[in-house]
């Protein structure tokens, strides 16, 4: 074998191997809208985490939370109140870390047990650092009640037109942040037509009456 084809065998599986090394040290999450997280999740709950415990098992390492659930928002059908909460204790698994004595929003999964686990892809944050107009589309049910819609994202200009269930999710592109305009105030909702839209909230910002006590 020449000394060329040597050196492209070599960058080859050099290439390869940090590939696969990013497979394995990393965890990628899509940046997608809130809502779809919130659609996609089996439980939505308001909860104060109190403690943070290391497990172990034969098969992996995990971080069992102990949380105060203060509001479900989704989930009711599987479980009425939730106790415990489990994240890998890996990062490359997409484990993440709690802060005690923080409240969070926290979206999960329910496994075969009835057993939640939330990971760095679930929508994941303290509570204060939510809008009000967040905090008001989990009060009156209304990232659930626009799951019949769909979320498209934006990746470059122009933007596709939607379709009559679809809106546009355009932060990535004029924002350059999954965390824009659309994802801290708006949701996509379906109005009686059928056709999916997102919603402006704005007069409802204006009425403070409407944030007055927690969701």
Known sequence: MNTLMTGLLFSLLLILTLRLQELVDGCTCLPVHPQITFCNSDIVIRALVTRKWPTSSSES?????????????????????VDYIYTSSSSSLCGIELETNIQYLITGHFDIQGIVHIGICNWIVPWDDLTSLQKWHLKWNKYETGCSCQI???PSVPCSS??????????????????GSQAKNSVCSKEDGGSCHWSDERSASMNENIYYGEP
């Open 61 to 81: 390492s995990v971080i069992q939370y102990t949380v105060k659930q203060e509001k479900m928002y989704k989930g009711f059908e599987m479980k009425k109140m």
């Open 152 to 154: 498209v994202s934006c």
């Open 162 to 179: 939607p379709t009559k269930t679809q809106c546009i999710w355009t932060d990535l592109v004029y924002e350059k942040t999954r965390t």
